[in-house]
């Protein structure tokens, strides 16, 4: 009765088969192979995540590893009955907040996790900037850096992604409470070269003449908006430099800027100017671009100003602060923005009586 069955079938097939279009069949193979392919849009919605991390919390806090790893497992908690675990890595990162915060920056390493995602399988490293310790003042500051990345979002898509979190702490060794905070993820680096179809260039050598310009005055004249001084492109301080793998006969290279938390956007407590800044305050702005021609900044801040309301509509529409901290960021912006709009000349004297000829 079977082999009939199967007999039948075939005869069926064979018939059937020659009258269907070529094209319309192959189609049908692309998309049965597509749809095995999942992808996790880490960074491609903006929807928070729920994450629970459960490692050795006493070394962490106690050793702050720079170079070993501890060995941790990752739980991504779409619900209460659905959720993806992994064993990865982790290990402390960055500088001033590695030694000032109890929860030290972090760097996972997912090189041996196969989480069934192609996206996330294709992660090796991935940055968590967590909440720098309890309190609602931190709580509040990585808030607004989440923001920050967010505003720079506004004004080019070659910038870092960030994807906003729920992070769980847990201590595999039974010893420390359990710790429930706001954390990001920041889009690895090598995900941003493959979406622009660039390279990283990691030299240290390089300044700003070395940079497209109008994407350099566009970082420049950001940070100054948002209240950043500490940042540099020599040594690539919080600035990654990036190259086309298209033509481009200048060879010039596509700075980014990343890690905000020192700036008057955010203005943390523990951000104190030096005294070689020249400044009382993080609040304070300072310029910092390649010096250029008046008609050039007035070019590029015209930009800003177009983008003005959708820098605002970023901080007002984001649910996860109060309306006290978003008055506090949209009233800082407006610093930036009133002298745009009614005093260019004095924002101008300011862009060119700092400016750094290089």
């Known amino acids: 009765m079977k082999k009939r069955i199967f007999f039948q079938v075939t005869i069926v097939a064979f018939l059937v ?6 094209n319309d069949f192959l189609l049908a193979q692309i998309a ?12 491609e919605e903006d929807k928070i995540i729920e994450i629970s991390l459960r490692f050795d919390l006493s070394t962490y806090f106690r050793t702050k590893p720079k170079k070993d790893y501890l060995k941790a497992d990752i739980t991504f908690n779409f619900n209460k009955t659905d959720s993806i675990i992994q064993s990865v890595r982790l290990r402390t990162r960055g500088v001033f907040r590695n030694r000032y915060c109890m929860f030290a920056p972090i760097e996972l390493n997912f090189k041996k996790a196969n989480f069934g995602y192609t996206d996330l399988n294709k992660i090796t490293k991935l940055k968590l900037v967590p909440q720098c310790s309890s309190g609602k003042d931190k ?31 847990f201590d595999s060794e039974k010893k420390k409470k359990p710790v429930r905070q706001y954390g990001i993820f920041i889009e690895p680096v090598e995900m941003l070269a ?14 700003q003449k070395n940079i497209i310009p109008k994407i350099m005055d566009r970082l420049a004249i950001f940070n100054y908006m948002i209240g950043n001084y500490d940042w540099s492109v020599p040594g690539q301080h919080n600035v990654t430099v990036l190259k086309s793998n298209g033509f481009d006969p200048s060879g010039l290279g596509i700075a980014i800027p990343h890690d905000f938390d020192w700036t008057g956007l955010v203005n943390p407590t523990y951000a104190v100017p030096t005294e070689e800044v020249g400044t009382e305050n993080v609040r304070q702005r300072i310029f910092l ?15 800003f100003l177009a983008k003005k309301n959708e820098f605002y509509r970023v901080i007002n529409e984001f649910p996860y602060v109060n309306n006290q901290a978003k008055k506090d960021m949209t009233g800082y912006l ?8 009614g005093k260019r000349d004095l924002i101008l004297y300011n862009l060119m009586n700092s400016c750094k000829n290089f």
């Open 17 to 22: 088969l020659p009258l269907i279009n070529k």
């Open 32 to 43: 049965i192979s597509d749809s095995s392919k999942k992808s996790f849009r880490l960074f």
């Open 139 to 169: 709580e509040d500051y990585v808030l607004r850096e989440y923001l920050a990345y967010k505003l720079f979002n506004v004004l080019t898509d070659t910038s870092f992604r960030v994807r906003l979190l729920t992070v769980n702490y």
């Open 194 to 207: 493959a979406r622009r179809n660039c390279l990283q260039v990691k030299s240290k050598t390089l300044n």
């Open 289 to 303: 671009g390649v010096c250029r021609a008046r008609e050039v900044y007035q070019k590029e801040l015209n930009l």
């Open 334 to 341: 407006d610093g930036f923005f009133d002298q745009l709009e």
